[in-house]
């Protein structure tokens, strides 16, 4: 397993990322423990979480995938084992602290109190931003993506933020901080703010990357390269549409699809057409569709860590041995020209 420093922080994570949403929902406390433990096993030291989760998000999966974590944690004992990370919520969401969830100082304090209670700990590795509180383009908004506020009342919002987190990493609370979710503008305002005022640099970016979502590349990946703030990618198998198990209309029994009650934005005639390429590409230079496509996003300079996600074991497994996986300049050319004639297939 290869390991990556996070940001400029003295935090080295293993490329493999292992994600956690589905416990509580899709998996059981005791499949999520076992997840842990074969992940640690191979070499993963970096486990990613949420106050928001389980997935499908609801006031009734609010904060069990934490709770599930700290159990492990307090029955193991192996807490130093673990780089943790978790994140506060952004707005938009009524059953969380009364709907008032704006990330300001305020929501902050009571999220971070919360999550650390749940993941029965007394410090987070690196806590993120779900999402800014302007919105942005991501969670498939980019089509109706018109950013309108007031950049002033924004700047004094994240040097309020970046002063709380400040406070939280003097506290011992927390080690290194993260975005998620954010535009080359917002994660700018971060890191010009903080040099300004001497205050955290943030250290990673978590957004949604994949062979069918490169909305990351050009501009992040340049501030990525020269700000040392690298990516940790997620949902890099397209919520496992990269597979093909979804293609013609399939829902297999248990799946997100079958589960989430929200829009499926990204099953569109685009998108579809993309993974046959993909999937095609791979049988011609027999790899596993999904191993090759964690493969593609093992090996971009911008990416910290690749946040994986499996609903049984098997999943799980042939996931993180995508990290012995070298794709031949071949199979880039390959890619390449799928992403030409598919540029943003949703």
């Not at 004094?156 to 002063?163: F, G, R, S, T, Y």
């Not at 990673?204 to 990618?233: K, M, T, W």
């Not at 198990?245 to 699809?257: F, H, I, Q, T, V």
């Not at 911008?302 to 300049?329: C, H, P």
């Amino acid at each position: 397993m290869d390991y990556r420093p996070l940001g400029r922080t003295s935090i080295e994570v293993s490329q493999i990322c292992l994600g956690s949403m589905t416990w509580g929902m899709q998996n059981s406390e005791s499949e999520g423990h076992e997840q842990i433990e074969y992940a640690l096993d191979q070499g993963i030291n970096f486990i990613d979480t949420a106050e928001l989760y389980a997935i499908p998000p609801s006031a009734q999966t609010y904060g069990t995938t934490e709770t599930i974590i700290g159990n492990w944690f307090k029955r193991s004992g192996r807490r130093q084992e673990v780089i943790l990370a978790s994140k506060i919520t952004g707005p938009g969401l009524d059953w969380i602290r009364s709907g008032r969830n704006k990330i300001d100082k305020q929501n902050l304090e009571e999220a971070l109190v919360g999550s650390l209670q749940r993941l029965q700990t007394d410090y987070i590795d690196l806590y993120q931003l779900h999402w800014p509180n302007r919105g942005s383009y991501h969670f498939q908004q980019l089509w109706n993506f018109n950013p309108t506020f007031s950049a002033n009342e924004v700047k004094d919002n994240i040097l309020e933020v970046l002063q709380t987190l400040a406070r939280f990493i003097q506290e011992g609370r927390v080690r290194a901080i993260g975005l998620s979710n954010e535009t080359a503008w917002g994660i700018q305002q971060y890191l010009t703010l903080s040099e300004q005022q001497q205050l955290p640099r943030v250290a990673s970016i978590q957004n949604e990357y994949s062979l069918v979502c490169r909305l990351f590349e050009p501009d992040l990946h340049e501030i990525a390269a020269a700000e040392d703030c690298g990516l940790l990618a997620w949902s890099p198998l397209s919520r496992g549409a990269l597979s093909g198990k979804y293609l013609n209309g399939a829902r297999p029994e248990g799946s997100r699809l079958t589960l989430d009650p929200r829009p499926d934005l990204r099953s569109t005639e685009q998108n579809e057409k993309a993974i046959t390429e993909y999937l095609a590409l791979a049988s011609k230079h027999g790899l596993d569709p999904c191993q090759m496509a964690l493969a593609f996003v093992n090996s971009c300079p911008f990416v910290t860590s690749t946040i994986i996600g499996a609903t049984t074991m098997e999943q799980l497994k042939t996931n993180i041995d995508s990290s012995k996986i070298v794709l031949s300049d071949e199979v880039f050319k390959g890619i390449e020209a799928i992403r030409q004639g598919f540029p943003v297939p949703y």
